[in-house]
């Protein structure tokens, strides 16, 4: 009996640890990883650029989002020196208990970007379509490995919601 308390109290520990560490992650000044942190409170206000191409080759971007004030780790594609940001797997069983955050710009687009420790007020517009999907999706591949389907796949997969397509624009 005592051996069934001693690891009945050891898994209580294990799984308290994660829920503790994602609780206090809230108040983190930004993300840690693929965890979602809290407000940023360092970095500096700085104007955007009208140019992004500074972040080709750089795979991830920091961001947070206003309501609520989560900050989180994105990839980035920079084409045309425009800045965007893909949510994949949103139709997918995994895509629609992780990906809250695409849900959440539809009430409120406005974000901060933080790169480099200088900060961006910003807003991610959705697209619904894009004149270069593929050249954009041919920077993903490069990048992350990504599978590359036909243009009209790409499309569809974009105007089904598949993914979600964003450009970082001005506020």
Same mark, same amino acid.
């Given at each position: 009996?005592?051996?069934?308390?001693?690891?009945?109290?050891?898994?209580?520990? #294990? @799984?308290?640890?994660?829920?503790?560490? #994602?609780?206090?992650? !809230?108040?983190? /000044?930004?993300?840690?990883? $693929?965890?979602? &942190? &809290?407000?940023?409170?360092?970095?500096?206000?700085?104007?955007?650029? =009208?140019?992004?191409?500074?972040?080709?080759? !750089?795979?991830? $971007?920091?961001?947070?989002?206003? /309501?609520?004030?989560? +900050?989180?780790?994105?990839?980035?594609?920079? @084409?045309? +020196?425009? #800045?965007?940001?893909?949510?994949?797997?949103?139709?997918?069983?995994?895509?629609?208990?992780?990906?809250?955050?695409?849900?959440?710009?539809?009430? =409120? =687009?406005?974000?901060?970007?933080?790169? /480099? &420790?200088?900060?961006?007020?910003?807003?991610?517009? !959705? #697209?619904? +379509?894009?004149?270069?999907?593929?050249?954009?999706?041919?920077?993903?591949?490069?990048?992350?490995?990504?599978?590359?389907?036909?243009?009209?796949?790409?499309?569809?997969?974009?105007?089904?919601? =598949?993914?979600?397509?964003?450009?970082?624009? /001005?506020?």
């Amino acid at each position: 009996m005592k051996i069934l308390k001693i690891i009945g109290a050891l898994v209580l520990v #294990l @799984l308290l640890i994660p829920v503790i560490y #994602l609780g206090a992650m !809230r108040f983190a /000044d930004g993300p840690s990883d $693929i965890v979602a &942190g &809290g407000p940023f409170k360092t970095g500096e206000l700085t104007p955007a650029p =009208d140019d992004w191409t500074f972040l080709k080759g !750089r795979a991830e $971007i920091e961001f947070q989002s206003l /309501d609520p004030a989560v +900050s989180r780790v994105v990839w980035l594609g920079v @084409l045309d +020196s425009r #800045l965007y940001v893909i949510s994949g797997y949103m139709n997918t069983f995994t895509g629609k208990i992780w990906k809250h955050w695409p849900r959440q710009l539809e009430a =409120d =687009d406005r974000v901060i970007l933080r790169i /480099d &420790g200088k900060l961006y007020e910003q807003r991610m517009e !959705r #697209l619904m +379509s894009h004149p270069n999907l593929l050249g954009l999706m041919e920077i993903y591949k490069e990048k992350y490995g990504a599978g590359l389907a036909s243009p009209d796949q790409l499309n569809q997969a974009l105007e089904n919601g =598949d993914f979600w397509l964003y450009e970082v624009v /001005d506020r």
